[in-house]
């Protein structure tokens, strides 16, 4: 979602590139981790593009890292990853409703605009 040109959730790029910078200056020790965890993502075949379209924040994005990194626990990634698309579905389906709902208003709104044009044409007749 994008409020006032600016996006809402973290941008993996975005917080990959403050990560490189404030690393370089010393003062975020987690910057690190951001970095690392796209270039897991990436040495598993995504591009840079297709993690920037994920969207992810960086606590999602180094837990499937983390998860992926484990040899032992790779079902624990897919369970991060699993649980993120839960959460997509849930906000397509509350987009669907919203959507839905704002058909509703539309529907609604466009009666009450033919019964005020009748008014119109009565009280100008009258």
């Known amino acids: 979602m994008i409020r006032n040109g600016r996006p809402t959730t973290n941008c993996i790029i975005r917080d990959a590139l403050r990560a490189?910078?404030?690393e370089s200056?010393?003062?975020?020790p987690n910057g690190f981790e951001a970095v690392e965890s796209m270039r897991r993502l990436m040495a598993l075949g995504m591009t840079a593009g297709e993690i920037e379209e994920l969207d992810l924040?960086?606590?999602t994005l180094q837990a499937i890292c983390e998860y992926a990194r484990l040899e032992d626990d790779r079902r624990g990634s897919s369970a991060v990853v699993e649980?993120?698309?839960g959460?997509?579905?849930q906000e397509m389906r509350?987009?669907?409703i919203e959507q839905e709902m704002l058909k509703m208003r539309r529907r609604a709104l466009s009666r009450r605009e033919r019964l005020l044009r009748k008014l119109v044409?009565?009280?100008e007749r009258g």
């Open 57 to 59: 924040d960086r606590q």
């Open 20 to 22: 490189r910078q404030s």
């Open 121 to 123: 044409g009565r009280l």
């Open 25 to 28: 200056s010393g003062s975020d």
């Open 87 to 89: 959460m997509l579905e």
């Open 94 to 96: 509350a987009c669907e």
């Open 83 to 85: 649980a993120t698309l």
